[in-house]
């Protein structure tokens, strides 16, 4: 059963801290998301991949936030210096978009996500 | 931009009631259309979507009718379940585009 897994699932650390949130894809899917979740925003496109290159960040905070892809099996967000507005729960999801007009394939599969809490 | 808007919950309900979540979108372009449910602690889970104006999505006895005319995509069950607790979001893709926009979500509760 495929499925995206993210580590770790829950976070506590301390404000000015670096947070470091990991995403393993479906394999064989060439398009990673970044979700954050909170009450007050509710789900929030931070940023997304394809074939491991980033196609749009504009979602994330720069200063602080950056995502990468390292390999094809590996998506992190890091968050330096984290700051307790950053508590939230961060999703990542995958899917398979073909072709260059990159119509959509199939649908987004999400991870459980990580709950970070800033204090 | 694009834009979903859905009811606010929470929608509190007993089981074997009839369920309505409204959810309306703005969209440049013809989008699809999704529903989105989360179950405590866990991740969104696709739970039916409609590609084209007046087509049907349906699972698990949801259902809801891609409508252009009013631009709405409601979701609509006959007989709730207290398993079908969870947050509900609807969502658009449109055309040309991987990303999707998502309303706000909306929390149902079913009491036995």
């Known amino acids: 059963d495929a499925r995206v897994t993210q580590t770790p699932r829950d976070k506590v650390t301390e404000m000015g801290q670096e947070v470091t949130m990991r995403c393993q894809p479906i394999l064989g899917h060439n398009t990673v998301f970044w979700y954050r979740q909170t009450m007050k925003q509710g789900l929030e496109l931070l940023a997304y991949?394809?074939?491991?290159?980033?196609?749009?960040d504009s979602g994330m905070p720069k200063d602080r936030f950056s995502a990468e892809m390292p390999d094809a099996t590996l998506a992190t967000l890091k968050i330096q210096p984290s700051e307790p507005r950053d508590s939230a729960v961060y999703f990542c999801?995958?899917?398979?978009?073909?072709?260059?007009?990159?119509?959509?394939?199939?649908?987004?599969?999400f991870g459980p996500g990580t709950r970070l809490t800033v204090l | 931009g694009d834009s979903v808007t859905q009811m606010e919950g929470p929608v509190t309900l007993s089981e074997e009631a009839f369920l309505t979540i409204n959810c309306t979108y703005t969209?440049?372009?013809?989008?699809?259309l999704f529903w989105y449910v989360q179950y405590p602690g866990e991740g969104l889970q696709l739970l039916l979507k409609?590609?084209?104006?007046?087509d049907k999505g349906s699972n698990k006895g949801f259902e809801a009718t891609y409508r252009k005319e009013t631009t709405s995509f409601h979701l609509e069950k006959g007989s709730v379940q207290v398993s079908d607790s969870a947050v509900y979001f609807c969502?658009?893709?449109?055309?040309?585009?991987?990303?999707?926009?998502f309303g706000k979500g909306t929390m149902l509760l079913v009491s036995p």
């Open positions: 969209a440049t372009g013809y989008p699809s």
């Open positions: 999801a995958s899917g398979l978009v073909l072709g260059t007009s990159g119509r959509a394939y199939n649908e987004q599969f």
């Open positions: 969502a658009l893709r449109n055309s040309g585009y991987s990303t999707l926009t």
């Open positions: 409609a590609t084209k104006a007046d």
């Open positions: 991949f394809r074939n491991r290159a980033p196609l749009d």
